[in-house]
């Protein structure tokens, strides 16, 4: 993880200065230096530690948060951050704003983690899988504090909030890639619809909800950590799967062929049509056009080389992807 120092007296409110004499007084180590990563996240440094500070958006997110790595940590699954000791008497609040204090993980060489290997696809899936594992017997303590997720649901707001913002451009050059994409979309949650409950079906465990390569990181030491547990629902495993393969995709070349090799994990909902399904639905293009339809000018010209690779340039391969999907399901249905 790089980090840019930030120089805290340079900060016109001295927000940053406070914070480090705050979580100074408060923890009783010396922290010397502070460093905002992104909005509402900070390293505090000391001489012989390092930790994070996260803004969450009310009490009850951290709590379940902590709830949920003592209870992996208490049930064996170790690789992820702790929160500070300061949290046993709860929360902690600076200037009306709810803080956590994690465990700073130290990354290998500085370097993120990518799905551009098989070795580091592999080691992810299985964290993945050990996540599942063990967060299925958290689900008592934390069953009347998270939501069950709803995928249908969430999905079919997303294409219709895609479908209206593509109004305004239906005479430009573009518009014909995105409709193509809206009928697979609209494909996808015919079928998935079909079989609804497969998306709710028990057993149940905890779901991560956002397995971006950034939420995995490799340790200095060489193992691997799962972090970030801001989107934790309740829910049956292969919706994080499904997420996990909706992520590597783009690192296998849009390979069906790949995808289904890439271990028993996924292999085994080779044959799943409601999984297949899901698979089908472009749910990144949705995401990433809708957001940049909310964007000003701005930041949609910054957002625009990453939306026009995953449009236009892997337009190809994600329609071979679709009609191999497409054929996979017929023949299912047969």
């Known amino acids: 993880m790089k980090t840019k120092m930030t120089n805290i007296f340079n900060q016109r409110d001295g927000f940053n200065s406070r914070l480090l004499l705050y979580v100074k007084s408060t923890t009783g180590i010396n922290f010397n230096k502070i460093s905002e990563i992104k909005k509402g996240v900070w390293i505090v440094f000391a001489k012989n530690e390092r930790w994070v500070i996260k803004e969450f958006p009310n009490p009850d997110k951290l709590k379940n948060q902590m709830l949920l790595t003592n209870l992996l940590w208490k049930h064996g699954f170790k690789n992820t951050y702790r929160f500070h000791r300061i949290h046993d008497s709860g929360p902690c609040y600076f200037e009306k704003r709810c803080l956590g204090f994690l465990q700073y993980v130290e990354p290998n060489n500085g370097k993120s983690f990518q799905f551009d290997t098989a070795k580091n696809r592999s080691e992810a899936i299985e964290l993945l899988c050990h996540f599942h594992l063990v967060s299925a017997k958290c689900i008592f303590a ?38 193509k994409y809206i009928q ?8 998935m619809k079909a079989h609804e409950t ?15 390569h950034h939420n995995f990181l490799r340790k200095n030491n060489g193992s691997l950590y799962l972090i970030d547990f801001d989107l934790i629902s309740i829910g049956p495993k292969h919706i994080d799967i499904l997420q996990y393969c909706n992520r590597i995709l783009p690192s296998i070349g849009w390979s069906p062929e790949r995808l289904f090799a890439e ?9 799943d049509t409601p999984f297949l399904a899901a698979l089908l639905y472009p749910a990144d293009i949705f995401r990433e056009w809708n957001y940049f339809f909310s964007y000003d000018k701005k930041k949609q010209q910054k957002h625009w080389k990453h939306l026009k690779e995953i449009t236009f340039r892997q337009f190809e391969k994600r329609m071979l992807f679709s009609n191999w999907m497409i054929k996979r399901m017929d023949s299912d249905l047969l």
């Open 142 to 179: 934390l069953k009347d504090k998270l939501p069950t997720f709803n995928l249908l649901e969430k999905w079919e707001k997303r294409l219709e909030t895609f479908k209206r913002n593509c109004q305004d451009i239906k005479e430009s050059s573009i518009y014909p890639y995105l409709e």
């Open 184 to 191: 697979v979309g609209e494909l996808s949650l015919n079928v």
């Open 198 to 212: 497969y998306f709710i079906k028990k057993p149940h465990c905890i779901l991560h909800g956002d397995l971006a």
């Open 263 to 271: 271990g028993d994990a996924i292999s085994q909902y080779g044959k």
